[in-house]
């Protein structure tokens, strides 16, 4: 997907959102830019990028990666993003395209466990290691039979079994932003967002109110004083 597609669904006078340039040039570095960007928009998404051929391939997470292997998480292929893409965090208005508040959740670099990445693409089945600051070790992005729309842009991202690979749920154990340690909420309120719907996004606060303590009905009993003898 070129970044003419890119262009097309945004308004750059209205989004903050960089215009980026399209070199159609492969990178030269042994690895390249992996980003995750926490998104709160019509729904909470993840969205998954890989640089490569001078752009951010990109892919929509509903809910987030897992670091369990035998957890396949949905993602949906969109539209390549610009790599100045992978350090935007901020608000993108309302009524616009993708309108919401945007996190950077992840970044690092990744590299190819395959020869030929364009091959692989081709092919639909990916193999990497990502290099990130939450999210390391090997994984692969599979993709699947699509129906109607989805056909072709539907995949799957899973974690391989190595020394990274948990049960934990790193979404909820890692809320923040890597780069500003920010929450949604905190973003949009910053940004002029609507931080009411960003919150939404991030783990509930928990709750600091003790329990009560059952009281006796009538309360304690004092104790029987024994008569003294005439």
Known sequence: MALE???KKRRF???????????GEKSQQPNFVY???KHRATQLHYDFRL?????????AVPKGPSLDPSVK???MQVEDHPVEYASFEGVIPEGEYGGGTVMVWDNGTWEPEVEDVDAALQKGDLKFTLHGKKLKGSWVLVRTHGYGRSSGKSWLLIKHRDQYASTGDITTEEPRSI????????IAREGGGDVEKAATGDPAPKSTKKKAVPSVKGGPKSPRRRKSAP
């Open 179 to 186: 780069s500003s340690k920010r929450l949604l909420a905190d």
């Open 5 to 7: 597609d890119y262009k």
């Open 35 to 37: 980003v995750i960007q």
């Open 13 to 23: 006078g209205i989004s903050p959102e960089p215009s980026g340039k399209s070199s």
């Open 73 to 75: 998480r949905l993602a």
């Open 51 to 59: 640089e490569w051929n001078g752009t951010l391939l990109s892919w």
